[in-house]
């Protein structure tokens, strides 16, 4: 394996943790109070975005690996 695939994969479970975590805090949050309620939606959305993009591109690679 490649750096950075193995750093692509470190990442995507990083991102995949922030996103179940802020999740379960958004799921809770009746009322945006503060702007630490603003951060964690920002986070939240942040790193569903780097999650995609990791996700994708270690997808390809399988799919490329998988190919004759």
């Given at each position: 394996?490649?750096?950075?695939?193995?750093?692509?994969?470190?990442?995507?479970?990083?991102?995949?943790?922030i996103i179940v975590k802020a999740g379960k805090y958004l799921?809770?949050?009746?009322?945006?109070?503060?702007?630490?309620?603003?951060?964690?939606?920002?986070?939240?959305?942040?790193?569903?975005?780097?999650f995609i993009n990791f996700f994708t591109k270690l997808t390809?690679?399988?799919?490329?690996?998988?190919?004759?």
């Amino acid at each position: 394996m490649y750096k950075s695939t193995i750093q692509q994969i470190i990442f995507f479970i990083i991102t995949f943790f922030i996103i179940v975590k802020a999740g379960k805090y958004l799921m809770n949050l009746n009322d945006m109070e503060s702007f630490l309620d603003f951060g964690i939606i920002m986070v939240f959305f942040i790193s569903l975005i780097l999650f995609i993009n990791f996700f994708t591109k270690l997808t390809s690679k399988l799919i490329k690996s998988l190919s004759f």
